[in-house]
């Protein structure tokens, strides 16, 4: 049984370490969640830019985000006014200007999917065919369990061809898993389909944030946790884990300690190794977190005269480097283009300014009549997400780990989900509930 006068100690206030800190202090224990960088919200923030607030990297929410939003509920976020809703419409262009069209009718799920096939969507009846059979799949038996296998390897089993694979299911994997299909876990992968498109149509919805993300998340999930007696302390890392008979009793910040019975890991995986090893005792468990591969993400901002936008928030490009270019217009900033690259590849390779003007130019050729960008900002995040391959759920870790007090939470967790938002924060939210479990 812990201590329950003592706080718990949250080392990371990223939306997992601010996720648990707003379950814990909602059931009324205390903690202390403390931040090495000058600013809150990890991998999903502000960057402030001259007169304007950028997000490190363009993310979109949908509607399967159910601990996400529960927790910006929690924390008193209007969700109808945080987000422009709208049903899923992927349009995807490729470099000769051929449209591609996926999205949902008004029927309840799965059939809003299935239905919109039949629409004017640009994809050959063959291959409307083999997405229908391959629904129908799963539809039939939901709870299966994916051979351990590629995502390629899985679609080519199950009668997609290369062709339907390229245009449609190697986007969708590199959006929601940030590892190509060669590589990507099916297993990963279903679950995340399924999840998204089976059970409930509003699920599919895709959510379009109307605030930067430390508006829209941070900066309310801390005021809840102040107002509830919680303390969030930035520029303060963790150098050193404290242990005695085989349990945590306590942690250093430099030459600074303090006593602490439970602490929550919820920084990247190559920093919990970094902090494991600083104690000899539990070097064997940072042999785990060092299994860890990386994909990055890359950003490219391009500033446009703010009356030019696009036909609908987000739109898919194919054959280029460029991925996914997203509207910002509905987060306060016309004319402002996000254009997301995914994964690793020769994109890597390039200057940042260099790939700028490469995507400007790829921007330009599917919008000719688009005047010459204003402005370009490349955002690099070198270690993104975890690689949702093949191997990883055999060195994901539980919550509760071996040792006495130390608990992990975040999106490399167990959680059978890829590195998303929602993964990181039902992994805190999981954890949070073990340990509530445990002042009870």
């Known amino acids: 049984m812990a201590n329950n006068t003592s706080p718990i100690t949250i080392v990371g206030a990223g939306w997992a370490g601010l996720a648990a800190a707003v379950k814990l202090t909602q059931s009324g224990i205390p903690v ?27 993310h979109i929410l949908t509607g399967a985000y159910k601990n996400v939003l529960h927790v910006l509920e929690t924390a008193g976020v ?11 419409h992927l349009q995807l262009v490729n470099k000769q200007n051929k449209q591609y069209l996926l999205r949902a ?23 409307r065919i083999q997405i229908t059979r391959l629904s129908l799949q799963l539809l039939s038996n939901p709870n299966s369990i994916a051979e351990q296998r590629t995502v390629q390897d899985w679609l080519g089993k199950h009668g ?3 062709e339907l694979i390229k245009i449609l299911w190697e986007p969708l994997c590199l959006a929601i898993l940030n590892t190509p299909v060669a590589k990507a876990s099916a297993r990963i992968f279903l679950r995340v389909l399924k999840d998204s498109f089976l059970y409930k149509k509003k699920y599919s919805d895709l959510l379009y944030p109307r605030k930067t993300l430390s508006k829209l998340y941070v900066e309310p999930c801390i005021k809840y946790i102040e107002r509830h007696g919680g303390k969030v302390f930035l520029n303060t890392r963790a150098t ?15 030459d600074k300690g303090i006593k602490t019975d439970e602490v929550i890991l919820t920084i990247p995986p190559h920093q919990v190794e970094g902090l494991l090893a600083s104690n000899y005792q539990l070097g064997n468990l940072a042999d785990q977190f060092r299994q860890f591969n990386y994909e990055p993400i890359t950003t490219v901002y391009l500033q446009y ?13 194919l054959g280029t480097y460029s991925q996914w270019i997203v509207d910002r217009r509905y987060c306060g900033q016309p004319g402002l283009m996000a254009v997301v690259i995914s994964s690793s590849g020769p994109h890597m390779k390039l200057e940042r300014d260099q790939l700028a003007l490469l995507v400007e130019k790829e921007i330009a050729n599917i ?36 040792y006495h007090g130390l608990w992990f939470a975040g999106d490399y967790t167990d959680t059978g989900y890829p590195a998303t938002l929602e993964g990181a924060v039902s992994s805190a939210v999981s954890c949070a509930n073990l340990l509530i479990e445990l002042y009870r």
């Open 305 to 317: 005269p703010a009356n030019i936008q696009l036909s609908q928030p987000m739109i898919g490009l």
């Open 367 to 402: 919008f000719p009549a688009w005047p010459k960008a204003n402005s370009r900002l490349t955002i690099r995040e070198k270690r993104a997400t975890f690689r949702s391959d093949t191997d990883v759920e055999f060195i994901r870790p539980e919550n509760q780990s071996s």
């Open 240 to 254: 050193e884990l404290v242990t005695e008979n085989n349990r945590i009793k306590g942690i250093r910040f430099g």
């Open 32 to 58: 202390n969640v403390f931040e090495a960088a000058p600013q809150p919200g990890g991998r999903a923030r502000d960057i402030p830019l001259r007169n304007i607030s950028l997000d490190n990297g363009q």
């Open 78 to 88: 209007d969700l109808e006014e945080a987000f422009e809703r709208l049903p899923l």
């Open 160 to 162: 997609q061809d290369e």
């Open 105 to 127: 009718t008004q029927l309840p799920a799965p059939l809003n999917l299935l239905t919109g096939l039949f629409g004017k969507t640009g994809i050959a009846i063959k291959h």
